[in-house]
C-alpha cells in the first residue's frame, strides 16, 4: 500500500518568514495530494490540494508543488504569521475507486511573533 | 449546515467499559470515516465506510466496531475500552474514497483509566 513520510515533524520560525513542509509518498499510481490544518483543539481542514496533472498551485500565501518523476509534493508558505501556527498533515490516494487517503505524521508549525 | 458533528466532545471511561461514539454528516456524503490520533502518531484510520451498507477495516481496528446506521450516521463502538485505546478519535467524510477532500468534525477526547 501507499506509504507517505513527512518532514520536518516540528518547524519553528519567525514572523514574516517562509516555511516549507516536504512529503514523499511511494505509489507511483496516487494522484490528488490533499494538504490539511489542525488548529489546536479543532479538526483537520483543507486548505490546498494538487492532483497530478499540474506541477504547482498558489492560493493567496500558500502554494503546493509536485515532483511526480521523484515522487514529493511541498507545502510552501510565504510572510508567515501566528495565526499559521497549527499542525499540517499531508496525504495522497488515488482518484476513483475506493483508495483511502494516506496520510503523513504531520508538522508542528510555530511562527515566533 | 452544520458539517460533520461527533458526540460528545469528552469522555472518560473506566477499563472494560464500553461506548459508542456518534458521527453525523449533512452534506450527502457517500463516504464517511474514523480515525484516531495519537501525539507523534498523526491520523490511524479505524474503520471506514465507503458507502451506505458497507464498511471495512483501516490501519487500527482491533478492538473497535462501527455501524453504518444510514447515510447520514456512522457510529464507532468500544465493546471494552482499554488505556491504550485513550485517544482523540475524528469523524469525517467525504463524497466518495479517493481523490476527494475529507470534511472533519471536532473530535473526542477519550480516556480510559
Known amino acids: 500500500g501507499e506509504n507517505v513520510e513527512q518532514h520536518p515533524s516540528t518547524l519553528s520560525v519567525q514572523e514574516g518568514d517562509s516555511a516549507v513542509i516536504k512529503c514523499t509518498y511511494s505509489?507511483?499510481?496516487?494522484?490528488?495530494f490533499p494538504w490539511y490544518k489542525q488548529e489546536l483543539g479543532k479538526g483537520p481542514q483543507l486548505i490546498i490540494d494538487?492532483?497530478?496533472?499540474?506541477g504547482e498551485k498558489k492560493d493567496q500565501r500558500i502554494a503546493v508543488t509536485l515532483n511526480k518523476t521523484a515522487k514529493h509534493f511541498s507545502l510552501h508558505i510565504t510572510e508567515t504569521q501566528p495565526e499559521d501556527s497549527a499542525v499540517y498533515f499531508c496525504a495522497a490516494s488515488i482518484a476513483g475507486g475506493s483508495y483511502i487517503p494516506t496520510f503523513g505524521r504531520g508538522t508542528s508549525l510555530i511562527v515566533h511573533p | 449546515n452544520a458539517g460533520v458533528t461527533q458526540t460528545p466532545k469528552f469522555q472518560v471511561l473506566k477499563t472494560g467499559q464500553s461506548m459508542t461514539l456518534q458521527c453525523a454528516q449533512d452534506?450527502?456524503?457517500?463516504?464517511m470515516y474514523w480515525y484516531r490520533q495519537d501525539p507523534g502518531m498523526g491520523l490511524r484510520l479505524i474503520y471506514y465506510?465507503?458507502?451506505?451498507?458497507?464498511?471495512d477495516k483501516g490501519e487500527v481496528p482491533n478492538g473497535y466496531n462501527v455501524s453504518r446506521l444510514n447515510k447520514r450516521e456512522f457510529s464507532l463502538r468500544l465493546e471494552s475500552a482499554a488505556p491504550s485505546q485513550t485517544s482523540v478519535y475524528f469523524c469525517?467524510?467525504?463524497?466518495?474514497?479517493?481523490?476527494?477532500?475529507?470534511?472533519f468534525g471536532p473530535g473526542t477526547r477519550l480516556t480510559v483509566t
Open positions: 505509489d507511483s499510481a496516487s494522484n490528488y
Open positions: 465506510s465507503a458507502s451506505e451498507g458497507t464498511t
Open positions: 494538487i492532483r497530478s496533472n499540474v
Open positions: 452534506m450527502n456524503h457517500n463516504s
Open positions: 469525517a467524510s467525504s463524497p466518495g474514497t479517493g481523490g476527494y477532500e475529507q470534511y
